[in-house]
DNA sequence: GTCCATTGTTACTTGCGGTAACCCGAGTCT
DNA sequence: AGACTCGGGTTACCGCAAGTAACAATGGAC
């Protein structure tokens, strides 16, 4: 029961408005931070906020449409390095640099996708521990560990081990490129050469400082 | 000039009164999550929200006040673990260990200090990226540099190396634990064993599955 | 022309963090 | 004793944010 081409034209015409609202909250978002009012985003987009309610429901909603663009870009981005047809220590090498060069550019954004300010949902009571800080670092730890699963020989349990690998391995590249960011202690690169030496095993085979305890 | 012995005994009687408040704040976070509110704590601990301010100022104030038990608590068994007189390997398996037990046996509590809620005091423009969801976990990062640094030859640049090293395990061990606590996909001890491996260098020496790209 | 969906408004409610002004009881000084 | 101050306590408020009616205007469909 499609009425004719309206429907149609009115839709685009939505979405049209919808992806307007997108980037005037973007705008604003990347000024001030996660914690941009519904109002100042209405106001740059030179409108009221029922009409943001309307279209995104609430914050969380807004929010969430604002993350899927950014998220799925840096996906992209790490897929492909994730892809590419070079020796397994250069992929790995590539991945790391793709997601700094990613938080390295955009900081802002970074943080937003990172932090979405409280999208409260569930219910108040249980055990949703660490739902915070992280829908995001949770999908690209699967992600990881699908490519992993697929194309490493784990062996039994290879699954679940893939599993595990996939999300410490994106904490652990979380971990460092936020202190990173913050600090600068080094370049880019050495970052990325201390984490791939990290990964390939250097905390076991590198010796104990003389006058240690010898263990 | 000190009134006898009265500032004294004012002073401990305003410290336990500080301890009950930080009780009741913690019996209240512990139930509500770290979005509890002041005036929520203030009921429990049986008054009113101004004394909470005067006691510790902001909200920030309090959580912070509440936030450095657990942490020095959880600090202190990291430093045992980290400290055993057995093999670098066993060590590790420890430490992940030790963390692993506290975030296991009181998640709420591991929520709360993972997620400080919105502690906003410097500038609102500028660079401040992620500096949400964990002080905690930079000062386990920096710490856990320290060790490394003290223990291990890592050479010129050792330092540096050292401190990406602390970043990126804690991160790990973070990341990995928080998808674990809310999954549940293994045991505890499987899940330590995973990570030993994947610090141990297995990412690298791991062959790749039959029919894949091959390098 | 009439209908209805969509875009927009103003004005409100609720709940939060935080503060100002005042109250009162217990010990202190003279 | 009486004035004095000091710290724990209260009520009542401000400002601001999210979210919600309830109502106005525009413009295509029939």
Redesign the pocket.
């Given at each position: 029961m499609d009425?004719?081409?309206?429907?149609g034209?009115?839709q685009t015409?939505?979405e049209r408005?919808r992806r307007e609202l997108l980037e005037a909250a973007e705008r604003i978002v990347l000024r001030d931070g996660p914690?941009?009012?519904?109002?100042?985003i209405?106001a740059e987009a030179?409108?009221?906020?029922?009409?943001l309610?309307?279209h995104f429901g609430?914050?969380?909603g807004l929010y969430r449409a604002l993350a899927v663009r950014h998220t799925d870009a840096l996906l992209a981005n790490l897929r492909t390095a994730l892809d590419a047809p070079v020796l397994r220590r250069d992929r790995v090498e590539a991945t790391l640099d793709a997601y700094l060069v990613a938080i390295e550019t955009r900081p802002q954004v970074y943080r937003f996708l990172m932090h979405p300010a409280e999208q409260q949902g569930q219910a108040e009571s249980g055990f949703d521990v660490g739902r915070h800080s992280a829908p995001l670092l949770r999908r690209l730890g699967e992600e990881l560990a699908k490519v992993i699963s697929d194309r490493l020989d784990l062996g039994p349990e290879g699954e679940e081990r893939a599993r595990v690998w996939g999300h410490g391995i994106v904490g652990m590249m979380h971990a460092a490129g936020d202190w990173w960011l913050r600090e600068r202690p080094c370049s880019r690169e050495k970052l990325v050469e201390h984490l791939t030496d990290l990964l390939w095993g250097q905390l076991a085979t590198v010796k104990d400082l003389a006058g240690g305890t010898g263990f």
């Open positions: 009425n004719t081409q309206h429907s034209r009115r015409a939505t408005r914690e941009a009012s519904m109002n100042a209405a030179g409108i009221t906020k029922p009409i309610y309307r609430d914050k969380g």
